[in-house]
């Protein structure tokens, strides 16, 4: 058992801020200092949201170079790569963008993307610059003057690249999408991925973690490199890459963020007279929430993937299933939502260290403790969570949340992800997105 630490929140604090210091690469924050030596975007805004708390300015920065790195279709990479070719696998050579008609001159990036965290982490910094006034506040307001249209960009192309239907849920293309990996959730849409032959590779992440096994298999990785070499073999074209490619999920969490996002964008663009611009955004907003809302299946209560090529939901028992509360909307899901969250099956699992969510549920058979996605307790998105309940309104379960996140993070470590029976920080130590949770649910 790992002790809960008694540790101030000045040292707390402290700790918190060197993790951010040491992966600092000037104007990008690497994910973690060994394991990922690279700007992740969905990583980047969590941290924005943490540097706010310690530096307007640089929090700007985080942003201001994330959207640098934006494709002329409106989508934002991945990973946006650092000068380190070689800690992490696979690099920018191998993703094979170069080739992408929409890649930006003098960026090197992935071809693929991740949740649109981005609006929310906007609302932090534009919150934080006007509560301290001065050069932060100018900071803050000129960046959201400059950077909207990106922002907005970004959301159109979700909305009509990703959710061409207009179902009101985005269809991604990779597991590395969701942020989930591989996760339960993807086990079903990989089953039926067959790679042909992959060119051979050296994986670099296995170097970094203390325990082999908590990663993905390399037969998990050869389907991974297979669909990135299915997308450039099509220099990473939108439509050519949904008509070719093996994996096609509309992500039901994903979707989530897309609303509660769009949403949040919508009141930053009626801040600074973007009326039009905000009424479009809150289309999107409710069409994306109302897509959440319709996959909960009424037998668990859990929001719901859907396989596009196999024509089928995904019932796995992951975290994914609370994405009705990211997304808000109907009183009444959402209460049963909480309900269940801080049941048996979850926050009130018999023995867990601390009562937060594992991102699978151990009453599950999918459930795996330390392994990556399959179990273990992801600290950044309880903050996100805690993010959700207090916007609508419920301290309960944001007190909650934040307690037992405090408590666990006291241990100094800043794990990537925590067991959550032993309470044991697991893959990458200092990882940034865990330090920059810390850093908001202190205030
Ligand atoms: C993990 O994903 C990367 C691939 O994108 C990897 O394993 O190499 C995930 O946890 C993802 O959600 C996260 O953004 C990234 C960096 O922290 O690491």
Same mark, same amino acid.
């Given at each position: 058992?790992?002790?809960?630490?008694?540790?101030?929140?000045?040292?707390?604090?402290?700790?918190?801020?060197? $993790?951010?210091?040491?992966?600092?690469? #000037?104007?990008?924050?690497?994910?973690?200092?060994?394991?990922?030596?690279?700007? @992740?975007?969905?990583?980047?805004?969590?941290?924005?949201?943490?540097?706010?708390?310690?530096? $307007?300015?640089?929090?700007?920065?985080?942003?201001?170079?994330? !959207?640098?790195?934006?494709?002329?279709? #409106?989508?934002?990479?991945?990973?946006?790569?650092?000068?380190?070719?070689?800690?992490?696998?696979?690099?920018?050579?191998? @993703? #094979?963008?170069?080739?992408?008609?929409?890649?930006?001159?003098?960026?090197?990036?992935?071809?693929?993307?991740?949740?649109? $965290?981005?609006?929310?982490?906007?609302?932090?910094?534009?919150?934080?610059?006007?509560?301290?006034? #001065?050069?932060?506040?100018?900071?803050?307001?000129?960046?959201?003057? &400059?950077?909207?249209?990106?922002?907005?960009?970004?959301?159109?192309? !979700?909305?009509?690249?990703?959710?061409?239907?207009?179902?009101?849920?985005?269809?991604?293309?990779?597991?590395? &999408?969701?942020?989930f990996d591989n996760s339960p959730r993807w086990d079903g849409p990989y089953a039926r991925v067959v790679p042909g032959a992959v060119a051979p590779f050296t994986r670099r992440d296995t170097l970094h973690v203390a325990d082999i096994s908590e990663r993905p298999d390399d037969a998990e990785y050869t389907k991974y490199l297979w669909l990135v070499q299915q997308m450039a073999d099509v220099a990473f074209d939108d439509d050519a890459v949904r008509q070719v490619v093996d994996f096609r999920v509309r992500d039901v969490f994903f979707s989530a963020i897309m609303a509660a996002s769009s949403a949040v964008l919508a009141d930053l663009g009626d801040e600074i007279g973007r009326d039009k611009e905000a009424g479009e955004l809150r289309l999107m907003a409710a069409r994306f929430q109302a897509g959440v809302a319709s996959t909960v299946d009424p037998a668990t209560g859990l929001a719901r993937d859907y396989d596009v090529l196999a024509g089928q939901s995904i019932g796995t028992e992951t975290v994914s299933g609370f994405a009705p509360l990211v997304s808000g909307g109907d009183p009444a899901l959402l209460a049963a939502q909480r309900e269940l969250l801080q049941g048996p099956r979850w926050m009130g699992f018999p023995d867990l260290r601390f009562p937060l969510p594992p991102s699978t549920s151990p009453a599950s058979d999918a459930f795996r403790p330390r392994t990556y996605w399959r179990g273990p307790v992801w600290p950044f998105l309880n903050l996100l969570l805690g993010w959700a309940a207090a916007r609508d309104g419920e301290p309960g379960l944001y007190g909650r949340l934040r307690s037992a996140s405090l408590q666990q993070l006291a241990d100094l470590q800043f794990g990537e992800y925590y067991e959550p029976f032993t309470g044991e920080p697991l893959g990458s130590l200092a990882q940034a997105w865990t330090a920059a949770a810390a850093l908001e649910w202190m205030g």
């Open positions: 058992m790992n002790p809960v630490t008694s540790v101030s929140k000045e040292q707390l604090r402290a700790a918190a801020i060197e $993790v951010l210091r040491l992966n600092d690469l #000037g104007t990008m924050t690497s994910a973690a200092p060994n394991l990922y030596p690279h700007m @992740w975007s969905w990583d980047a805004a969590f941290v924005a949201i943490g540097l706010a708390r310690t530096s $307007v300015p640089r929090a700007v920065t985080e942003l201001r170079t994330l !959207l640098n790195a934006q494709w002329s279709t #409106g989508m934002i990479p991945h990973i946006v790569f650092s000068d380190n070719d070689t800690g992490y696998f696979p690099g920018f050579d191998r @993703w #094979g963008t170069a080739n992408a008609a929409a890649l930006p001159a003098g960026v090197k990036s992935s071809g693929i993307c991740q949740p649109p $965290v981005h609006a929310i982490a906007l609302r932090h910094i534009v919150d934080r610059g006007r509560e301290n006034g #001065g050069a932060d506040q100018a900071a803050a307001e000129e960046f959201l003057a &400059e950077s909207f249209d990106g922002w907005l960009a970004w959301h159109r192309w !979700l909305a009509t690249v990703r959710d061409p239907d207009g179902v009101g849920l985005i269809e991604i293309h990779h597991g590395w &999408e969701s942020g």
